[in-house]
């Protein structure tokens, strides 16, 4: 098909390419192993786009398998331009994917979804033309509205994970999030005069909440839809991709330096001194070991507050009064004493890691969730 440019070249090369893209609609596809759904997907889609919207379908894809060969021969007969571009290095996974797309659309609308018919085709036209009738920047397909649902989110456990994923980000982005209630979805349109491509830094699968925060959309309307069955093969969410995803918070909730975080780990380091002096001076004042443990980690605690305070948030002191401060870091920092060991647990239990380096990644785990959950509740208006 002659509207279809399969490249192998490194991506700067590529990114001439897209050029060709102008219409109305870019519909971004990341592929990562679908060679079972894409021509599914082409097929439904070439049903579901009215011949009003101009629409061109752009795969960005990743794949070891057959997928872009396959994707070549089912774009033939389809309605609508359809190309591959084809990474060889999967740098920032399914949401660089998704970014190399954007930074090569020039059409007034981008739509990302999934190609394994989780979202269905018939929403795309729907989303638009949302958009369209709100001027809103971004809509959301959305699991969580009235007439939403996530039929096709398989198992209790990863129903549970997603549910305090959901509460847990929208915790920390009170207001980038505001309007979203599925930040967690991979299905959306959104304004190409909305994105400042070179702000994005994806990291893994949230690529809306990526664009939500640090684009800041204007306005946002949803759509509800529901979350189908995947079509074939299977989910390519990994373990890995739940610390990708960890790292990609912080990364969001401390867009200024990262030496803050660097800055907090040693602080953090630093604090084992003092909570080691006072463990000494109380058990050799007669106290039981337990029971000194307890107290000197406050001693601890109060170190690392002091010194945090005067160097890293000097400047977001006046949200707060200091003893209301006092009182969350020092919540939070005994919270993640407790909430390691049930980690390592399910690390080693679960996972069946070995002990050491089960404790290592659940420090660094904890680590990461209590810089964002105190800059994020001790530190923000
Ligand atoms: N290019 C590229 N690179 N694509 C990828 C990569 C990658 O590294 N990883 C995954 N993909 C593609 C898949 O091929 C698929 O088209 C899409 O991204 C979603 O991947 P799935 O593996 O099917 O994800 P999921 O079903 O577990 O998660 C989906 O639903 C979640 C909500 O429960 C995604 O939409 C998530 O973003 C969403 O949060
Ligand atoms: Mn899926």
Redesign the pocket.
């Known amino acids: 098909s002659e509207d279809l440019w399969h490249l192998h070249a490194p991506i700067d090369a590529e990114l001439t390419a897209p050029k060709t893209l102008t219409g109305s609609v870019t519909l971004i596809?990341?592929?990562?192993?679908?060679s079972g759904?894409v021509a599914e997907l082409l097929h439904r889609l070439g049903d579901a786009l009215p011949d009003h919207l101009p629409c061109a379908v752009l795969f960005?894809?990743?794949s070891t398998d057959d997928t872009p060969a396959v994707i070549e021969k089912a774009a033939a007969d389809h309605p609508f331009p359809v190309s591959v571009l084809h990474?060889e290095v999967?740098e920032g996974?399914?949401g660089?994917?998704v970014v190399e797309g954007i930074k090569g659309a020039d059409t007034d609308w981008i739509v990302v979804m999934?190609?394994?018919l989780?979202?269905p085709p018939h929403l795309v036209p729907e989303l638009v033309g949302e958009g369209e009738r709100t001027g809103a920047d971004l809509v959301v397909a959305s699991r969580y509205i009235a007439g939403g649902s996530?039929a096709g989110?398989a198992g209790s456990y990863r129903i549970a994970v997603?549910r305090g994923a959901t509460w847990l980000t929208k915790g920390l982005f009170p207001r980038a999030l505001g309007g979203i209630s599925d930040p967690?979805?991979?299905?959306f349109a959104m304004r190409r005069s909305a994105v400042t491509a070179e702000a994005l830094k994806p990291l893994g699968?949230?690529?809306l909440l990526e664009l939500a925060v640090r684009c800041r959309p204007r306005e946002v309307a949803e759509v509800p839809f529901v979350?189908q069955e995947?079509f074939s093969g299977e989910?390519?969410?990994t373990a890995r991709e739940g610390m990708r995803f960890l790292a990609h918070l912080a990364s969001l909730r401390s867009a200024t330096p990262p030496a803050r975080m660097i800055g907090f780990g040693l602080i953090g380091f630093s604090g084992f001194v003092p909570n080691l002096a006072a463990l000494w001076l109380l058990t050799h004042a007669g106290m039981h070991y337990l029971p000194a443990e307890i107290v000197a980690n406050q001693a601890g605690v109060l170190w690392n507050f002091v010194l945090i305070e005067t160097l890293l948030f000097r400047d977001r002191r006046r949200h707060r009064h200091w003893a209301d401060r006092v009182g969350r870091f020092a919540l939070l920092a005994n919270a993640d004493l407790l909430l390691r060991i049930p980690l390592i647990a399910v690390f080693v239990a679960r996972f069946g890691m070995e002990v050491l380096p089960a404790t290592a990644l659940a420090l660094v785990t904890t680590f990461v969730l209590r810089f964002a959950a105190t800059e994020a509740l001790v530190y923000l208006p």
Do not use: C, W
């Open positions: 596809v990341p592929t990562f192993n679908e759904n960005v894809d990743d990474r999967a996974g399914l660089g994917a999934d190609a394994d989780q979202h996530r989110l997603s967690m979805s991979g299905f699968y949230k690529i979350f995947r989910s390519k969410s």
